[in-house]
């Protein structure tokens, strides 16, 4: 069974604050993905990797930095986090294919004041 | 440009009757589609996904879907529902964002709500 792992759980952040979300994959999958849940948009890609040291734009990356310093681990950075920031973040793995299914991990909550 | 639309935010049923969630596509390219849902509290988990050939595709937990290319239509379906079934369905279209690289596109979702 593929295992995405997300920490923290749950986040509460200052205005202008860092925030760094982290995710690891044991599943030795080439792809990672964060994802942004919010009511009434869905799920909303933010960044991608396509492997360690890749990172790649998404949908709406205003805001965000990713980082891939390994196959398993892909962090999402909000360097001035603001309120508009508040959302549940979902990190994603894959292997690369296309039509690939992806593996979510159980997302982090961030609460940012 | 591609987009997902699932045009029912909120759908209720009762134990017993056919579900039919709605998912409609726009994209210029042979599609690929997916299910996704999210259980209360959980993560989302893959339901089936439609590539080429059959239009029928089969899932987990007795889903199915049915990809009609004539509406650009990949609506979710399963009978009997069953109250385990309530969750939020994702209907997502894969798209070739080059270099054989591929990105999903979800729908805004469709919160199932099967009373007992």
Known sequence: EAAVTQSPR?????TGGKVTLSCNQTNNHNNMYWYR????????????SYGAGSTEKGDIPDGYKASRPSQENFSLILELATPSQTSVYFCASGQGRFAETLYFGSGTRLTVL | AQSVDQPDAHVTLSEGASLELRCSYSYSAAPYLFWYVQYPGQSLQFLLKYITGDTVVKGTKGFEAEFRKSNSSFNLKKSPAHWSDSAKYFCALERDSGGSNYKLTFGKGTLLTVTP
């Open chain 1, 37 to 48: 849940q919010d009511t009434g948009h869905g799920l909303r890609l933010i960044h991608y």
């Open chain 1, 10 to 14: 749950n986040k509460v952040a200052v």
